[in-house]
């Protein structure tokens, strides 16, 4: 009985001191919040997950011990001095999209900062330079930018991807061969570091650390500001797809895919053209924009070149760069499941001008296409042409590493309930099929498509240029507060 009763007055000490470091947890978090109950919430609280954490890939569930929703850099700073006190890890959220949910923290017990609050804007007319809150989502930059003085960024088809995420990742796009990534586009920052000092970073201030903010910003601190160069937004643009249906003919799928794969690697391909190749069960998607005339964009002779779409073809000229924008995100198949939360699993590779997949490859890839068991609602696989102005920037110039690809493989998966090892294994061989046929192959996957079952994650996102984001982790963030699963560690 002695020891019975020993044990539960340990108990009982544990869940006292839990209950304690939860209280100071809670009033430390709404100190930083200036007592402000609407800008935080607390594991536990009411609709705490639907409300608060908002989840976006239900197959790894999340909980934060809280998700903050602070309003000035100020908040962020002490948000932040409160967690690594308490010895909390804390992750960053723009728009949510991660596909391992790494802004809720990738497992249980983050700080959440939610810079949903965070949307300021202003533009320099004499310096065409934009200062805008990284709280904002690409489609609101958009419209700011356009009524400043019809100017753009470089940046993806969903409206409601987030700056602060989309700029410290990569943020590929359509215009990205012509102009950059928007990480490119990034002149300067303001960021929050772990020890709750808010400093600003740019080529000449702090440049190491801007160096990892561009590419490997989760891992170094809270951005709370970008200063963006800007460009005029584009005048005239063709928006073409054509839509094969080739239900049960792998080989003409497979010399569909080579053509274009021919096509997208000459050397002299124009930047004005952004192309994807999008693989559906039974059909083949060509699609991208022309960034000029109608006149110009026929005069490439798509039609000729990829012949047999018949009346499944489209060719929309746009002269209104929000129009464009907005076709974009109609047309986007990554909001195949718009803001629902969903369960699905991606995977990626990078190829470069000198690694295309072999023919006998690409016969085998739709081969096994047709055959395998893929345990998925929706299925697909998309081909997205970058390179251009991207390939221009050096690779240790940024903390984005993957300069040298030319187009990008992602494959995706979306199932009813949790992904099962079915899904998992035809994800698997549709990237061993490709290796297999593919000499020369590299592990380079790009970082914002996060893969949490790779092998080596932080050599994979980041390549060469890891060793030095590791001393700059160990400058900045020696004790890791700035954390998730697959995130740079300090060297």
Request: aromatic letters at 10%; proline letters at 3%.
């Amino acid at each position: 009985m002695g020891s019975l009763s020993a044990l539960m007055v340990c108990l009982l000490c544990l869940l006292g001191l839990g209950a304690a470091a939860t209280t100071s947890l809670k009033s430390c978090i709404l100190s930083a919040v200036d007592n402000d109950s609407t800008l935080a919430a607390f594991q536990g609280d009411l609709l705490y997950q639907t409300l608060a954490v908002k989840v976006y890939n239900l197959n790894y569930p999340i909980t934060p011990a809280a998700v903050t929703f602070p309003t000035s850099s100020a908040q962020v700073s002490q948000v932040v001095q409160c967690a690594s006190q308490l010895g909390y890890k804390v992750q960053a959220k723009s728009g949510g999209h991660s596909y391992a949910n790494y802004g809720l923290g990738g497992t249980n017990g983050a700080i959440v900062v939610d810079l949903q609050n965070m949307k300021s804007f202003s533009y320099d007319a004499t310096t065409q330079r934009a200062t805008v809150g990284a709280g904002m989502l690409n489609g609101e930059l958009d419209t700011y930018l356009q009524a400043a003085s019809n100017r753009a960024v470089a940046h993806g088809t969903s409206p409601q991807i987030g700056i602060g995420g989309h700029a410290t990742i990569g943020g590929l796009g359509p215009t990205a061969r012509q102009w950059g990534m928007e990480l490119d586009h990034v002149l300067e920052a303001e960021v929050v570091l772990a020890n709750g000092s808010i400093v600003r970073t740019s080529d000449t201030l702090m440049p190491d650390l801007f160096f990892a903010i561009k590419g490997a910003g989760a891992s170094f601190g809270v951005v709370t500001e970008f200063v963006l160069r800007t460009e005029a937004a584009p005048t005239e643009a063709v928006q073409y797809t054509y839509t094969f249906n080739l239900l049960g003919s792998a080989a003409a799928r497979a010399e569909l895919f080579s053509e274009w794969q021919r096509f997208i690697t000459q050397e002299d391909l124009t930047r004005k053209l952004a192309s994807i190749i999008t693989v559906l069960s039974g059909s083949v998607v060509i699609s991208g924009t022309y960034f000029g005339s109608q006149a110009e964009y026929e005069a490439l002779g798509l039609a000729q070149r990829f012949p047999g779409a018949d009346g499944n073809s489209s060719a929309i000229v746009f002269t209104d760069w929000l129009g464009l924008a907005a076709h974009w995100a109609e047309q986007s198949i990554l909001d195949l499941t718009g803001e629902i939360p969903a369960h699905f699993y991606s995977r990626c590779l990078a190829f470069q001008q000198d690694t295309q997949i072999s023919e006998t490859g690409v016969q085998q890839l739709f081969e096994y296409l047709d055959s395998a068991d893929t345990g998925a609602v929706i299925w697909f696989v998309i081909f997205d042409l970058e390179g251009g102005a991207i390939n221009d920037v050096a690779q240790d110039a940024t903390g984005f590493a993957h300069r040298d690809t030319l187009f990008w493989m992602q494959s995706y998966a979306v199932t009813l309930g949790q992904v099962s090892q079915t899904t998992y294994d035809f994800l698997d061989g549709v990237n061993e099929v490709i290796r297999n046929n593919t000499p020369g192959l590299g592990d380079g996957v790009y970082p914002g498509y996060v893969d949490p079952r790779l092998e080596d994650p932080r050599r994979s996102y980041w390549g060469s240029n890891l060793e030095r984001l590791g001393r700059i982790k160990t400058a900045v963030d020696p004790g890791d507060v700035f954390h998730n699963p697959q995130g740079v560690l300090p060297a």
